[in-house]
């Protein structure tokens, strides 16, 4: 069965820094891109950050350009997300997401309809 299961979130002050995880089982991550989401309450689920299945090209949103780092690891089958300088509107569901046998993101990298699965979700709390 495939799944996705996202770990790493929790509370942090403004200005600190927390790595998500996004590990994958019942199927290799080799040849899929992986995206991260993030929803906060009240808003429509955004795409984060995009990562090619070698991890040769990478795609992010602007509100996270410069702060966030998608990389992977496909000998552990596992793509991570780390995000320094965390701010209070960085708070929400983080999800990570994948597309088998696609390689690339592609322009809409950014988009719910991009993916085919989907983990559950880790929260991140940015406060003081």
């Known amino acids: 069965q495939l799944q996705l299961v996202e770990s790493g979130g929790g509370l942090v002050q403004p200005g600190g820094s927390l790595r998500l995880s996004c590990a994958a089982s019942g199927f290799t991550l080799d040849y899929s891109a992986i995206g991260w989401f993030r929803q906060a309450p009240g808003k429509e689920r955004e795409g984060v950050s995009c990562?090619?299945?070698?991890?040769?090209?990478?795609n992010y949103a602007d509100s996270v350009k410069g702060r966030f780092t998608i990389s992977r690891d496909n000998a552990k089958n596992t793509v991570y997300l780390q995000m320094n300088s965390l701010k209070a509107e960085d708070t929400a569901v983080y999800y990570c997401?994948?597309?088998?046998?696609?390689?690339?993101?592609?322009?809409?990298?950014?988009?719910?309809?991009?993916?085919?699965?989907w983990g559950q979700g880790t929260q991140v709390t940015v406060s003081s």
């Open positions: 990562i090619s299945s070698s991890g040769s090209s990478t």
């Open positions: 997401a994948a597309r088998p046998f696609r390689s690339w993101c592609g322009s809409s990298w950014y988009t719910r309809v991009s993916y085919d699965y």
